[in-house]
């Protein structure tokens, strides 16, 4: 459904080709279809395999040592190789989870086949194609009732599905088929920036991918809406952060500021604190800290090292940053950095740097707010230079 999406959208089923062929299989070729699924007109793409290219079988049973070699050994740009091996790493530790296994030594059966492979990088390689930046996804429908594995009949959502969605806003429907894959769901988890509401886009291109069956309540496709953001057109730099908080009550709070002075070492983007009454109407204090994912296991060791807590919650958002620059300016009293950032429509915000106020405040023995004053109407008059530039 991935591919037929894609496909709909305007990637050429050939290019999809030419990228798999960077990938040392065989035995398998590619086929687009247009379809209908209830009212909705749709592209299907199926995977289809040479039985004698697999000894007669669909599946072809492999472990991660195998799809590791595969991709290693392929000529894949190295961003589509990373991604394509995490999401085959999170579906054999998913599977290897559930039946008791280690990732490394766990088959993957109906996964391991050639068209799962097909799937995966197929899709890698139609985003790249695309030009795709970020991709948003709506909660994930999982239908219901059962479905039939290698391991018997299992309830849907499957259990490596389940686990591959944790954290992820899911629902089931009345729809008694199974409407999300492992492998879809490996998908999606490595794809998505976030799983929300729709943010403000120009919508350029549409896609429809079908499904196998028709299941009668919706039409079985996946839809994908591609254009630009337009919440881009007003600032710069949208990224995502992680949110740690924590509520203390009973820290001395001359700590908090060795706390945050550890916290910006560790490498925190920003630590604010925020008075609050808490249960009971006793006074406390949260204790928020913004860093980038990779962070968050250094962060929250350090609170519970540092600071009395039992409990940290994180979680993570969405961000935009405007471009900034450093810039000097020459002062009475000497050189005092500048920071300045730009709006998209040219417009400028510039703030003295602190640190270099108060130094050069206490090397000329005047007022803190004279040096500010004098950075400040500097700082206006390159704006006006800047400006009519």
Known sequence: MCLGALVDAGVPLKEIEHGLR?????????????????????????????????????????????????????????????????????????????????????????LGAVDCIVDIFGTLIGLNHLGIERVFSSQVNLG?????????????????????????????????????????????????????????????????GAGQKEIGEMPNTLRILLGDDLSLQICEN??????????IDDMNPQVFEYVMERLFDAGALDVTLTQVIMKKSRPGTVLTVLCHEERRPDIIDLLFHETPTIG?????????????????????????????????????????????????????????????QEVNSLISKRKTYLKTR
């Open 312 to 372: 940290i919650r994180f979680y993570q958002a969405s961000r935009i940053t405007l471009e900034r620059e450093m810039a000097e300016i020459e002062t009475t009293y000497g050189k005092v950095r500048v920071k300045t950032s730009k709006m998209a429509n040219g417009t400028l915000k510039s703030s003295p740097e602190y640190d270099d106020c108060k130094k050069v405040a206490r090397k000329n023995a005047v007022p803190l707010s004279e040096v500010m």
């Open 22 to 110: 960077a990938l040392p299989i065989g035995g398998y070729k590619l086929q687009a279809n247009k379809v209908k699924r209830a009212s909705i007109t749709a592209t299907k793409v199926d995977v289809i395999i040479q039985r004698s290219a697999v000894g007669g079988q669909r599946s072809v049973i492999r472990i991660w040592k195998d799809i590791k070699d595969i991709v290693s050994k392929s000529s894949l740009s190295p961003c589509i190789k990373q991604k394509g091996l995490k999401i085959f790493r999170m579906l054999f530790e998913a599977e290897g989870k559930v039946h008791g296994e280690q990732y490394d030594t766990t088959h993957l059966h109906e």
């Open 238 to 247: 949208p990224n995502r952060v992680t949110v740690v908080e924590t509520n």
């Open 144 to 208: 219901t009732g059962s479905v039939m594995t290698e391991h018997g009949k299992l309830p849907v959502p499957a259990p490596a599905t389940a686990e591959l969605l944790r954290g992820i806003p899911v629902y089931i429907s009345t729809i008694p088929f199974e409407l999300t894959t492992p492998t879809g769901a490996a998908i999606l988890r490595e794809v998505t920036d976030g799983f929300v509401q729709m943010p403000p886009i120009k919508v350029e291109k549409i896609g429809y």
